[in-house]
């Protein structure tokens, strides 16, 4: 087997998100300055083709670990907190085909809530959480 294109990755992310979080819109690379919506996530692909050899011997090759971070914005904070804990409770532990019937298989997927802060310029409650995929190949 071959690992995933990118571009398929990032297909697969925006259909799963989205689909836990309708009807917040989901963007990939969004420019959150220019947000006029009170709520809204964001995602950014990272990591991609980072082959993990497991096993005892080192021998289940392929494994390939690409992590996305999730962007949640909302203008009140317990939006924010239960929003950010749909995603982690969908998320976490996942396993099964990722990204609807064009995606592909996710042995397991593990969500790290990173932070919560506040973004002044925009006046937006934000959270910020990891995924990490872990795919074979």
């Given at each position: 087997?071959?690992?995933?294109n990118p571009?398929?990755?990032?297909?697969?992310?925006?259909?799963?998100?989205?689909?836990?979080?309708?009807?917040?819109?989901?963007?990939a690379?969004?420019?959150?300055?220019f947000?006029?919506?009170?709520k809204?996530i964001?995602?950014?692909l990272?990591n991609?083709?980072?082959?993990?050899y497991?096993g005892?011997?080192?021998?289940?090759?392929?494994?390939?670990?690409?992590?996305?971070q999730i962007?949640v914005?909302?203008q009140g904070?317990e939006?924010?907190?239960?929003?950010?804990?749909t995603i982690?409770?969908?998320?976490?532990?996942?396993s099964?085909?990722?990204?609807?019937?064009?995606?592909?298989y996710?042995s397991k997927?593990d969500?790290?809530?990173?932070?919560?802060t506040?973004?002044?310029?925009i006046?937006?409650?934000?959270?910020?959480l990891?995924?990490?995929?872990?795919?074979?190949?």
């Open positions: 087997m071959s690992q995933n571009a398929d990755y990032a297909k697969a992310i925006q259909f799963q998100l989205a689909s836990i979080v309708t009807p917040v819109p989901v963007y690379n969004f420019n959150r300055n947000a006029t919506q009170p809204f964001t995602w950014n990272r991609v083709h980072q082959d993990v497991t005892t011997n080192q021998n289940n090759k392929g494994i390939d670990r690409p992590i996305f962007s914005f909302t904070f939006d924010a907190m239960n929003l950010s804990n982690l409770q969908s998320l976490h532990g996942y099964g085909q990722f990204g609807g019937v064009n995606g592909f996710v997927a969500v790290d809530w990173l932070y919560n506040y973004d002044n310029e006046g937006l409650q934000q959270v910020i990891d995924c990490t995929l872990d795919i074979s190949t």
